[in-house]
């Protein structure tokens, strides 16, 4: 059942535009350093102004335990029975600085998952009873709320802020922000987008890093319900609201980690297409992240802001929504090894109504180490999709294959054309020991509309025929024509 909240307050006679925080408020724990990072995302239920908010808390499995799971594994920190946790929402609507509470939503949490990866024959530290023979654990907390926002809609408020207030950053963190308040949030506008929907995060964040090895991740933003355009960017950390942690040495917020950088080249220059990946790379437009850790003791802060982009009457676009991922970042030591590679093309076009079918290629080079040493044997590479794109198909070749194959398929339908392109992503993962190597990389289709045309013949004196033929209405482009005499 949602929770309706109200609150009056005096209405301008022009349209004001109100943001209501929603906050998750909790306890102080001192020294509660299991706080690895979060997300948040909300869906638009059945009827405008009711929300399922969901909120996915990273826990650092050697930090205090959440919510009356088992002891803690690996240190010997004094957390109590139990850390908190953010199990309620404080609500609130503000008008530029002003901020005005209007009430509370309890948050359940609905699973816990070991999102550690690992290699299949080593265990992490969220494996009770805490043996693992892997130092690190990451664990994904996840919490679910619904919210009824109607009557504050209908009393003037427009844009929507669910954030998050919680004690503290992990005290292991190397770039400036440890045991730091943890603060983050999510926006939306209910006024340009009504029943607007979030980017769902298909891809759980990656936390633990080798170092001196290439990184390609992607957090897998996509927007099923409202197919808005979704633009990507560093963004700074917070400790409280209007806030920013602090950042120390060279690292800040968009240039948050330590990476590789040849010769005389320095931030922000930046080339994910070397041989390793120079700088810290972020693009814009498909949100992949590629970078070379460097500093194989770092314990960084990475966060990235997903906006959300959507045309209004006149064809300007407008924001719509944000919504952050938070992550600490775990530089560590590892056996030699060469990360898996994807093989591109990334980008691809199609007409609404023809199949779209290709393959995508997986490569693990192996790692020679300098003699004596003998080179290990060849790591297997497995290949999985997010489902990104709904109706179509993705299948693994061959999968006893020590390099796997993946096959893409889809058919878009008639009236799928659109100048935003259709995006999924791919991962390959290897069998390293102890900690598997991932690659993932977006995938982009652009559906082109399908030519339609209106032909017409006359008939002209000595057995000549005029063929003229007229693009439908709404055609955009210049269309290409190919003319066959049958008879």
């Not at 088992?70 to 503000?94: D, M, Q, R, Y």
């Not at 099923?224 to 609201?241: C, E, G, H, L, Q």
Request: include cysteine; charged fraction near 15%.
């Amino acid at each position: 059942m949602a929770t309706k909240l109200s609150v009056p307050y005096n209405m301008k006679p022009i349209i004001t535009k109100f943001i209501v925080l929603i906050s998750l408020l909790s306890t102080y724990s001192a020294k509660a350093d299991h706080i690895i990072g979060s997300d948040m995302t909300y869906t638009c239920g059945d009827t405008a102004g009711i929300y399922n908010v969901i909120f996915n808390f990273y826990r650092d499995c050697n930090g205090c335990y959440v919510l009356g799971q088992s002891p803690k594994c690996g240190t010997s920190e004094n957390c109590g029975s139990s850390s908190t946790a953010p199990t309620n929402l404080t609500v609130s609507c503000i008008s530029g600085s002003n901020t005005s509470t209007i009430g509370s939503l309890t948050m359940t949490r609905t699973s816990i998952t070991d999102i550690t990866k690992t290699c299949k024959a080593v265990k992490s530290r969220c494996q009770q009873p805490c043996n693992g023979s892997f130092p690190f654990g990451i664990e994904k907390h996840t919490f679910e709320g619904r919210l009824d926002l109607r009557s504050n809609i209908a009393s003037g408020c427009c844009k929507f802020e669910i954030s998050v207030l919680l004690y503290v950053r992990n005290v292991g963190i190397t770039t400036g922000q440890s045991q730091q308040s943890f603060f983050t949030s999510c926006e939306f506008d209910a006024c340009k987008g009504p029943c607007n929907s979030s980017p769902t995060l298909t891809n759980d964040p990656v936390a633990i890093l080798c170092c001196n090895q290439a990184f390609s991740f992607n957090n897998g933003a996509i927007d099923y319900t409202d197919r808005d355009s979704i633009s990507y960017a560093f963004a700074p950390a917070y400790s409280a609201r209007s806030t920013t942690c602090s950042y120390s040495g060279n690292r800040t917020y968009n240039n948050p980690i330590t990476t590789y950088y040849p010769g005389s080249l320095v931030w922000p220059y930046a080339n994910p297409n070397a041989n390793p990946p120079i700088g810290t790379y972020l693009d814009p437009v498909t949100g992949d992240i590629i970078f070379t850790p460097v500093n194989c003791t770092e314990v960084a802060v990475v966060v990235i802001q997903m906006t959300e982009w959507r045309k209004d009457t006149s064809g300007t676009y407008q924001i719509i929504g944000k919504t952050r991922r938070d992550m600490q970042i775990l530089v560590m030591t590892c056996p030699g090894n060469n990360p898996p590679t994807i093989t591109g093309p990334f980008a691809y076009n199609v007409c609404e109504g023809s199949e779209l079918c290709f393959n995508i290629t997986t490569n693990d080079v192996t790692f020679q180490p300098p003699p004596p040493a003998t080179a290990p044997a060849p790591d297997t590479v497995s290949i999985s999709w997010n489902a990104g794109i709904p109706g179509a198909s993705f299948s693994v070749l061959n999968p006893t294959a020590l390099h796997q194959t993946g096959r893409f398929c889809w058919t878009p339908g008639e009236g799928t054309a659109s100048s935003l392109p259709y995006n999924f992503t791919v991962t390959a993962r290897d069998d390293a020991c102890q900690l598997n190597a991932l690659n993932t990389r977006a995938f982009r289709i652009t559906v082109k509309p399908k030519a339609k045309a209106n032909r017409t013949r006359d008939t002209l004196p000595c057995g000549v025929y005029a063929v003229k033929s007229n693009p439908v209405t709404g055609f955009k482009g210049t269309p290409g024509y190919s003319w066959n005499i049958l008879d």
